[in-house]
């Protein structure tokens, strides 16, 4: 068990560029779910998967956002045309089968928007 | 829907005093609840959960808390805080059987010498 993983760390960008992060749950979990955390704020839901299925999508998710899991494995979240309100920590969790009351989150992405 | 209130943004104490963290949710189905730990850039840390079961909760670091249906809080405390335990610490709502987990704004401990 190496515990859920995500990449890059850091991110910086300059506005209106687009920016792809990456997920990897703990092996055979089959729930993933991408959150995001603004300075001095708890996280915020943005969209889960069961195994390759995206189940659910937060309001707070635009046409700008996409997330996938084509295999049910690891997970992409991309934005599009990035503004500077997209600066925040992009978390991934995930959990595993029968256990879905327990999320085990990875160390995040922060995102800068320049 | 649920929410989660942490009545306090920031709580200073002194090294090996006893801290409490208040937490109120609001739900109006059965829950389940959370404390977790966040050091600076890194990801969150479960301390401890309430599932079912005995109301008083351990967890990890030495760090327990108690469900209390009634006043839907669920404070967490420790006896003695240690200068390492300055961190963010978030309480967490989860609905039974649902899958998005709501977050409080968080409680910045500062452990101070």
């Known amino acids: 068990d190496t515990g859920v993983s995500q990449n890059p760390r850091h991110k910086i960008t300059k506005r209106g560029q687009n920016v792809t992060f990456r997920c990897d749950p703990i092996?055979?979990?089959?729930?993933l779910y991408w959150y995001r955390q603004t300075l001095g704020q708890g996280p915020e839901f943005l969209t889960y998967f069961q195994n390759e299925a995206q189940l659910e999508k937060s309001r707070l998710l635009s046409d700008r956002f996409s997330a996938e899991r084509p295999k049910g494995s690891f997970s992409t979240l991309e934005i599009q045309r990035t503004e500077q309100g997209d600066s925040a920590m992009y978390l991934c969790?995930?959990?595993?089968?029968?256990?879905?009351?327990?999320?085990?989150f990875g160390p995040g992405t922060r995102l800068t928007v320049l | 829907a649920q929410s989660v209130t942490q009545l306090d943004s920031q709580v200073p104490v002194f090294e090996e005093a006893p801290v409490e963290l208040r937490c109120n949710y609001s739900s109006s189905v059965s829950v389940y609840l959370f404390w977790y730990v966040q050091y600076p850039n890194q990801g969150l840390q479960l301390l401890l959960k309430?599932?079912?079961?005995?109301?008083l909760v351990k967890g990890i670091n030495g760090f327990e808390a108690e469900f209390n249906k009634s006043q839907t809080s669920f404070h967490l405390r420790k006896p003695s805080v240690h200068i390492s335990d300055t961190a963010e610490y978030f309480c967490a709502v989860l609905n039974t059987g649902g899958f998005k987990t709501i977050f409080g704004a968080g409680t910045r401990l500062f452990v101070k010498a």
């Open positions: 092996s055979e979990h089959n729930r």
């Open positions: 309430y599932l079912s079961g005995s109301t």
């Open positions: 969790a995930s959990s595993p089968r029968g256990r879905y009351n327990e999320q085990f």
